[in-house]
């Protein structure tokens, strides 16, 4: 009896611990940099002739939030465009191992290595399917 209780007792710890988790990570001080794009904006301007299309008039509408966790900014976009209509969504974080200088949007690799490593996308430029335009056509450099 001594050992059936012994073992039930072990088996209660063993359970309790494996259970256990560790705490949440939280967000640095230097994400809250980010609380500045959290909100809704509008924007109007012109685009400008090229290969996504002709140029003309053009407003998009931002509805951007902390994600839960509030590592993210998450941002809802509609827009309208000489060319069409649209929507959208984008997040924005913070690369605490990036160097300090490193220009945001260089490559977008962090992007699509962010979205490959959780199984919601890919890193093969091959593999990406762009509507309405080749791979090629579509990107842009964001040299700050």
């Known amino acids: 009896m001594k050992r059936a209780s ?3 007792i072990a088996t209660i710890l063993l359970i309790a611990a494996a259970s256990a ?4 990570p939280k967000p640095g001080p230097e994400l809250k940099k980010l609380d500045y794009f959290a909100g809704d904006w509008t ?5 400008k002739p090229g290969p996504m299309g002709p140029g003309g008039k053009m407003t998009m509408k931002q509805d951007a939030k902390w994600m839960d966790g509030g590592f ?3 941002f809802h976009s509609t827009f309208k465009t000489a060319v069409g209509n649209g929507t959208g969504i984008a997040l924005m ?3 605490p191992q990036a160097r300090k200088g490193t220009k945001p949007f260089v490559t977008c690799d962090n992007t699509l290595l962010l979205a490959e490593g959780h199984g919601i996308g890919t890193t093969d430029l091959k593999r990406i399917e762009v509507r309405g335009v080749s791979i090629a056509q579509a990107l842009y450099r964001f040299d700050a």
């Open 72 to 74: 993210f900014v998450v």
């Open 93 to 95: 974080g913070y690369d």
């Open 6 to 8: 012994a073992i039930a």
């Open 43 to 47: 924007s109007e301007g012109d685009s």
């Open 21 to 24: 988790q560790p705490p949440a």
